[in-house]
């Protein structure tokens, strides 16, 4: 029998930027705020259901995108992340942080393709994870929900208890790749 595999996008615009001293999401690149640049990226995906993971929903989410507010206290992304986990109804996660503005669908259908049932896959940039462009199985959400419970807030601890479970596999990025992952943080980063 086969398993059909169902894909639910989220896009994650919930930081303070305060390294960038504006929302990120709101900055024009190439035209175009990044808050759009990405929910394009993610539609041409045409995935199940498109989210946004933010701690209040901003003025420019578009009416037919489900906005997932962080639990309060908000922790950093793995709120947003456990948050999105518990609204999903298909087989598996995508996480899009809004700060990626080079990365491509057609990458994120390679990475797609890597997924198995009930596995995800997280790209590997040398020693680090990129888990904020990576795709988790429905199953993580019991993974995030003990993170949070534990006060683990870290990504990278979740991504570890994932692979110790066999529940995420690694897509090892390449050196032609690597440029999809660099994050706008600063306005340094722009230039």
Known sequence: MTVIQTLTAVLFAGGESRR???????????????????????????????????RNRPTWAPADVEVVRDAPPSRGPLSGFAAALRQIQSTHLLALAIDLPEMTTEHLLRIWESARPGVGVVPQCGERYEPLAAIYPATAESNAARALAMNRLSLRSLIEDLLEQQKIGIYPVNDDEKRLYRNVNSPDDLR
Not at 28 to 37: C, E, H, N
């Open 20 to 54: 960038m001293g504006a929302d990120k999401a709101t900055l024009t690149i190439a035209g175009k705020p990044l808050w759009s640049r990405q929910l394009d990226t993610l539609r041409e995906l045409c995935p199940w259901k498109l989210l946004i993971s933010v």
